[in-house]
């Protein structure tokens, strides 16, 4: 379903019927009848009486009347806008009264989204997993204390796997409201392991609660009988809310009772306040206050309990690029001691996320602690280095994997990532190349069609010294020096631009300016720009626009010298 969705959505971001009209998506009707009875004007059959113009008039022709009829019926223009056209031949659609309004027919879409799914739950198992291994690799930095000098062998550190943890669980959805959950783990640490089985039932009542119940099958001899019982129930209001949660453990020490609440309330658009009360097995008393922004996550937070009390300030930055970049750091006092913790992750792939966090306190010393998410499997390597307050230690746990990753990343990540890139692209390309030709015949039959309106376009600009265009060139163009042997891939669109330009003005809404008329997408999948040439007032200038870009000329763009 969410595939379905991102798919209608990008189709309906491309904005066909928009570019071909050349109007804003929020287009009055008034600006969609006069885009609409202008392009009639060009491509109407009547005008033009050789046989094949006027068959390829009449194609056209097609193609600007089905965009206004979507366009100029509000129903149909909001089931374009949201879903795309796929959205207004999906089947399902109950009769659409006319006086539904977008809100409805988004409604009405997302019902048929909601029984898809029920249909589909059978199918889902939405799997989780961890896998962690413990890595003690003190020898590195503790054996060159003096009780080393003298042992014979002891040249070449001894790196060990001290301890180990897998985990996965596997959702099978029953009914819209009830989920079977089975998992299971295994643990390992110096030589003693075990592990478990579990099935869980969830069932959710309403909007502000659910129930679980576990049921250990294989663990420790002293866990038998039912594992827990867990109900938890949420109310909220406009600014705060209130959420319980309630557990029996029964084993065969007794019965073990737990309760958390968690009161919370906004305290303004971006940071939210929380207390926290658990009482049970270890009972305590926790309050914190958590900003999360655009750019920045800030936490403070302060916990008083058996046996754990601490005071904890953490800072997350996070970089507005492509790979996600966040960089963090943390510092946490109490009675056992202080933990200051800084790292970044960053990420490396579609479905991938890196990370890596230092850890420097007393008394742990210090580790590194890589983690690794693919897709909905997580992979941790908690690596201690030394019990001690080491600088060296300190120094390698930071710059060694900054050097591993930047010599991954452009040995083996790039790369790869490229091959991959370019490997997608050639697909597409395979896959679009008949749409492509289509569009492509269809532009230049467009063109053809132009060139009477073209003409006398141009004899009242030369009059009044108005906007002549000179060459203008849609495509890729290569502008960088390393990549010199690569072709350009661009088209010729002088005649469609001067086509559309009116009283001595050339405006290009913001969308692909692949469904403009005469006009196709010489390089699918790839960045697109326009550059134009143009004359206005005797004076040649030039501009370069993206391909999503809003165009209005003449604009203050530079002037080229009409000598050169």
């Not at 027919?105 to 997302?110: A, L, S, V």
């Not at 206050?289 to 750019?295: A, I, L, N, P, S």
């Amino acid at each position: 379903i969410k595939m379905a969705a991102a798919v209608l959505q990008e189709e309906a971001d491309n904005g066909d019927y928009y570019s071909l009209l050349n109007v804003r998506r929020e287009a009055t009707q008034e600006e969609l009848k006069a885009a609409y009875r202008r392009l009639c004007m060009l491509y109407h059959p009547d005008k033009h009486r050789d046989p094949e113009l006027k068959k390829q008039a009449e194609q056209l022709f097609n193609l600007v009347h089905q965009a206004y009829e979507v366009l100029s019926d509000p129903q149909s223009r909001a089931i374009y806008d949201i879903y795309g056209k796929r959205g207004l031949d999906m089947e399902g659609w109950e009769v659409v009264e006319r006086k539904r309004t977008p809100v409805e027919i988004r409604e009405e879409f997302e019902r048929l989204q909601r029984e898809r799914e029920e249909r589909r739950l059978q199918q889902r198992t939405n799997p989780k997993g961890t896998i962690s291994v413990g890595i003690d690799a003190t020898d590195l930095f503790d054996r060159y204390d003096e009780e080393y000098e003298d042992v014979p062998g002891s040249s070449l550190p001894q790196i060990e796997i001290n301890k180990m943890h897998i985990s996965q669980s596997i959702e099978a959805p029953l009914t819209a409201s009830d989920t079977a959950v089975m998992s299971g783990s295994l643990s390992t640490q110096n030589g003693n392991g075990g592990g478990s089985i579990s099935f869980a039932l969830r069932r959710v009542t309403s909007t502000k609660g659910w129930g679980e119940a576990h049921k250990i099958v294989l663990g420790p001899a002293d866990r038998e009988g039912p594992d827990t019982c867990t109900i938890m129930l949420r109310a909220w209001r406009q600014s705060s809310f209130i959420t319980t949660h309630c557990a029996m453990q029964f084993s065969s020490r007794g019965i073990q009772p737990g309760l958390t609440t968690v009161v919370a309330r906004h305290l303004d658009k971006n940071t939210m306040g929380y207390l926290q009360w658990r009482w049970g097995i270890q009972s305590a008393m926790n309050t914190s206050v958590v900003r999360d922004t655009k750019f920045s996550h800030f936490t403070l937070a302060l916990q008083l309990g058996i046996p754990h009390s601490f005071m904890m300030v953490s800072y997350q930055y996070k970089f507005q690029d492509e790979d996600q970049t966040r960089v963090k750091g943390s510092i946490k006092t109490g009675f056992f001691g202080t933990v200051v913790e800084y790292g970044a992750e960053r990420k490396i792939s579609r479905h991938s996320i890196l990370g890596a966090t230092v850890s420097v306190g007393l008394p742990q010393g210090v580790s590194l602690k890589i983690k690794l998410n693919r897709a909905s499997q997580t992979y941790f390597f908690p690596i201690h280095l030394t019990d001690q307050l080491l600088p060296s230690a300190v120094f390698y746990a930071t710059v060694g994997p900054l050097v591993i990753y930047f010599a991954m990343q452009k040995l083996l990540i790039n790369p790869y990532l490229r091959a991959q890139k370019e490997k997608d692209l050639e697909k597409q390309r395979e896959s679009s190349a008949s749409d492509v030709a289509q569009k492509k015949q269809e532009a230049e039959a467009a063109i053809r069609l132009m060139q009477e309106s073209v003409r006398r376009i141009i004899e009242a600009e030369e009059s009044r010294l108005g906007l002549i265009i000179v060459n203008a060139w849609y495509g890729k163009f290569v502008t960088d020096n390393s990549r010199r042997n690569e072709r350009a891939k661009v088209i010729d669109v002088t005649v469609p631009l001067q086509c559309l330009v009116k009283d001595s003005k050339l405006i290009l809404t913001e969308a692909s300016k692949a469904g403009l008329p005469g006009f196709y997408d010489p390089c699918v999948g790839e960045e697109k720009s326009l550059r134009v040439f143009y004359q206005f007032r005797g004076v040649l200038h030039q501009v370069l626009s993206a391909d999503n870009e809003a165009l209005r000329i003449p604009k203050q763009s530079h002037r080229i010298d009409t000598d050169s």
